[in-house]
């Protein structure tokens, strides 16, 4: 993780775009801002997961097959809740208390985070293998330059 980041984040804008690209049974991650459910002048935040289902249709049509009802407006994603077929059922409870999705301001699909493509982990034993073989053949030379002594 120090190398490499595990996750790409995506502007809220590219949703739609992106969802169309990504693969089918993807796991994204959702970051939602807005009003707070007991103080509306306030934002909260919060990142959900969900699987992305078939590739089929537009990036809204594929969020809402993954039972979020979401709308692109002035260049934003908005979110309108959780469609009926969300799996969740504790998820979509805690956000209903925590969101309030009927204020002025709506709730946005601020990011989107994605898996990112890394390098393999294995890549980083390669330091640690040439080491040590430089010991193995530094002692080998030692060896050979020692004489048993005679008993």
């Known amino acids: 993780d120090m190398v490499q980041s595990p996750f790409v984040d995506h502007s809220g804008s590219e949703t739609v775009q992106l969802l169309e690209e990504l693969p089918e049974g993807e796991l994204i991650r959702l970051k939602l801002v807005g009003p707070d459910f007991d103080n509306p002048d306030q934002n909260t935040q919060t990142n959900i997961e969900i699987k992305l289902g078939p590739k089929e249709g537009t990036g809204e049509d594929r969020l809402l097959a993954a039972g979020i009802d979401a709308m692109e407006e002035d260049g934003r994603i908005l979110f309108n809740g959780f469609a009926w077929n969300f799996p969740d059922k504790d998820l979509k409870a805690r956000l209903d208390r925590e969101f309030d999705t009927f204020a002025e301001n709506p709730v946005v699909i601020e990011e989107v985070i994605t898996r990112a493509q890394r390098m393999p982990k294995?890549?980083?034993?390669?330091?640690?293998?040439?080491?040590?073989?430089?010991?193995?053949?530094?002692?080998r030379g030692r060896a050979r330059k020692l004489k048993p002594a005679a008993a």
């Open 122 to 139: 294995e890549l980083f034993y390669i330091p640690g293998l040439l080491l040590l073989g430089l010991v193995v053949w530094l002692q």
